[in-house]
């Protein structure tokens, strides 16, 4: 192979070829988008042990390897002296999600030539991969993203945009209470996952952003891993209803995800699905997974249910233990007799499958009559209380606005 000058690569005619070692796929994946987001760097192969590490800069004599520094086959260290020893011109950057200096040192004794936290800001562990070959960097005005050779398809300015978000932790999410009306107590939280890259858009647009740029299962893995923090710090019989899409539901990334531990405190909320003419769904494995996942012990809602067969099949199908209304209909249950119906049939059809309603954005008394009266089991929205962060939820007993109403009770005459 022939050797690239540190000048050929700075006027842009040479890209700096970097690969990547690491047994997290979701890491691997985003630093594939990172890298290809640079137009000096080109990604050029991936491993997930030691020993594929080793094999991998022996085979594609990369300029920079990150390469993480725990890993099974060996670890880190093992693969960046083989990696030192057998391809002396290939750069090694340690990568890891800890501060952890022992560690470190023995990569940089090994021979690692930088070392990054997986936590750093995205521009960081770019400035770093050109550091290593001696190279500045600034980052550009407008990213823009270099044709990464096969197998990888191309990406647009959104890849840079979803890789940045997953890899700066810039995903987060508030959680919305949810009250049993028989009791008043907050018995879950419906999770509204946000990014909070400047300017703000809509969880929807990030949803089809990472979807356009294959990594919408790393972008709903990041979510969800941020919205299980809330674990820690609400009453252990509390749920969290999370909303994500059957492609990532169905695969074992995201069900490896749940663990036991956690399975029987989430609930997996799935919004109306495609259904064909015949009334099947357009992902057919959908059933499959949701089987495993319950046997795991999660539950399932199914979200925006509302009058029609659409909202019917995709109860019929999802079989869930929890409906939610759509919103719209909860504003305006209280407005008209006709509405009234609407809502009364949404409930009924729900009723009919086992699952029980609840009611979000629910703002007046007026409205939260007509579902108490229609057999809604449970609540959220203003009525109830405000969106929390996960520091909000730490209070005990957790703040509600929500008082349920007097058990009447009938006078007896003597």
Same mark, same amino acid.
């Given at each position: 192979?022939?050797?690239?000058?540190?000048?050929?690569?700075?006027?842009?005619?040479?890209?700096?070829?970097?690969?990547?070692?690491?047994?997290?796929?979701?890491?691997?994946?985003?630093?594939?988008?990172?890298?290809?987001?640079?137009?000096?760097?080109?990604?050029?192969?991936?491993?997930?042990?030691?020993?594929?590490?080793?094999?991998?800069?022996?085979?594609?004599?990369?300029?920079?390897?990150?390469?993480?520094?725990?890993?099974?086959?060996?670890?880190?260290?093992?693969?960046?002296?083989?990696?030192?020893?057998?391809?002396?011109?290939?750069?090694?950057?340690?990568?890891?999600?800890?501060?952890?200096?022992?560690?470190?040192?023995?990569?940089?004794?090994?021979?690692?030539?930088?070392?990054?936290?997986?936590?750093?800001?995205?521009?960081?562990?770019?400035?770093?991969?050109?550091?290593?070959?001696?190279?500045?960097?600034?980052?550009?005005?407008?990213?823009?993203?270099?044709?990464?050779?096969?197998?990888?398809?191309?990406?647009?300015?959104?890849?840079?945009?979803?890789?940045?978000?997953?890899?700066?932790?810039?995903?987060?999410?508030?959680?919305?209470?949810?009250?049993?009306?028989?009791?008043?107590?907050?018995?879950?939280?419906?999770?509204?996952?946000?990014?909070?890259?400047?300017?703000?858009?809509?969880?929807?647009?990030?949803?089809?952003?990472?979807?356009?740029?294959?990594?919408?299962?790393?972008?709903?893995?990041?979510?969800?891993?941020?919205?299980?923090?809330?674990?820690?710090?609400?009453?252990?019989?509390?749920?969290?209803?999370?909303?994500?899409?059957?492609?990532?539901?169905?695969?074992?990334?995201?069900?490896?995800?749940?663990?036991?531990?956690?399975?029987?405190?989430?609930?997996?909320?799935?919004?109306?699905?495609? %259904?064909?003419?015949?009334?099947?769904? &357009? =992902?057919?494995?959908?059933?499959?997974? +949701?089987?495993? *996942? /319950?046997?795991? #012990? !999660?539950?399932?809602?199914?979200?925006?249910?509302?009058?029609?067969?659409?909202?019917?099949?995709?109860?019929?199908?999802?079989?869930?233990?929890?409906?939610?209304?759509?919103?719209?209909?909860?504003?305006?249950?209280?407005?008209?007799?006709?509405?009234?119906?609407?809502?009364?049939?949404?409930?009924?059809?729900?009723?009919? %499958?086992?699952?029980?309603?609840?009611? &979000? =954005?629910?703002?007046?008394?007026?409205? +939260?009559?007509? *579902? /108490?009266?229609? #057999? !809604?089991?449970?609540?959220?929205?203003?009525?109830?209380?405000?969106?929390?962060?996960?520091?909000?939820?730490?209070?005990?007993?957790?703040?509600?606005?929500?008082?349920?109403?007097?058990?009447?009770?009938?006078?007896?005459?003597?």
């Amino acid at each position: 192979m022939s050797t690239v000058t540190s000048t050929e690569r700075t006027d842009g005619s040479t890209p700096i070829r970097v690969a990547v070692a690491d047994d997290e796929e979701t890491v691997v994946d985003v630093l594939r988008t990172l890298i290809g987001s640079d137009p000096t760097l080109r990604f050029v192969g991936s491993a997930n042990d030691a020993e594929a590490a080793i094999d991998v800069a022996v085979r594609e004599q990369p300029d920079v390897i990150l390469v993480d520094v725990r890993m099974p086959g060996g670890g880190g260290v093992r693969a960046v002296r083989e990696i030192t020893r057998r391809c002396p011109p290939t750069k090694i950057v340690a990568l890891s999600a800890h501060e952890d200096s022992n560690t470190v040192i023995r990569m940089i004794s090994a021979g690692a030539r930088a070392y990054v936290r997986k936590a750093e800001s995205t521009e960081k562990i770019l400035r770093t991969i050109h550091r290593a070959v001696d190279e500045p960097w600034s980052p550009p005005a407008k990213p823009r993203l270099a044709l990464i050779s096969p197998p990888l398809p191309r990406r647009d300015e959104r890849a840079a945009r979803v890789a940045r978000a997953i890899l700066d932790s810039e995903i987060t999410a508030e959680f919305d209470p949810i009250v049993d009306l028989g009791t008043g107590r907050t018995i879950g939280f419906d999770v509204r996952s946000r990014v909070t890259t400047l300017p703000h858009r809509s969880y929807d647009t990030w949803i089809a952003d990472a979807e356009a740029a294959d990594l919408l299962l790393d972008f709903e893995l990041a979510a969800f891993r941020a919205a299980i923090q809330a674990l820690r710090e609400i009453p252990t019989g509390s749920f969290l209803e999370f909303e994500v899409t059957p492609a990532t539901a169905c695969t074992s990334r995201f069900r490896r995800a749940i663990g036991r531990p956690i399975a029987d405190r989430i609930v997996l909320g799935f919004s109306p699905l495609v %259904v064909s003419d015949d009334g099947a769904s &357009a =992902d057919t494995n959908l059933g499959e997974a +949701l089987a495993s *996942l /319950r046997e795991q #012990g !999660v539950r399932v809602s199914a979200r925006d249910i509302g009058p029609g067969l659409t909202s019917l099949r995709h109860l019929l199908l999802i079989a869930p233990e929890f409906a939610r209304l759509d919103e719209a209909l909860t504003r305006s249950v209280s407005d008209s007799f006709s509405n009234h119906a609407i809502v009364a049939s949404a409930t009924a059809c729900a009723a009919e %499958v086992g699952a029980q309603v609840i009611a &979000a =954005d629910v703002a007046s008394d007026d409205q +939260l009559e007509e *579902l /108490r009266a229609l #057999g !809604v089991a449970m609540i959220q929205g203003p009525i109830v209380g405000d969106p929390l962060t996960v520091a909000g939820l730490s209070g005990n007993p957790l703040p509600t606005k929500f008082k349920p109403r007097e058990p009447v009770t009938e006078e007896v005459e003597d």
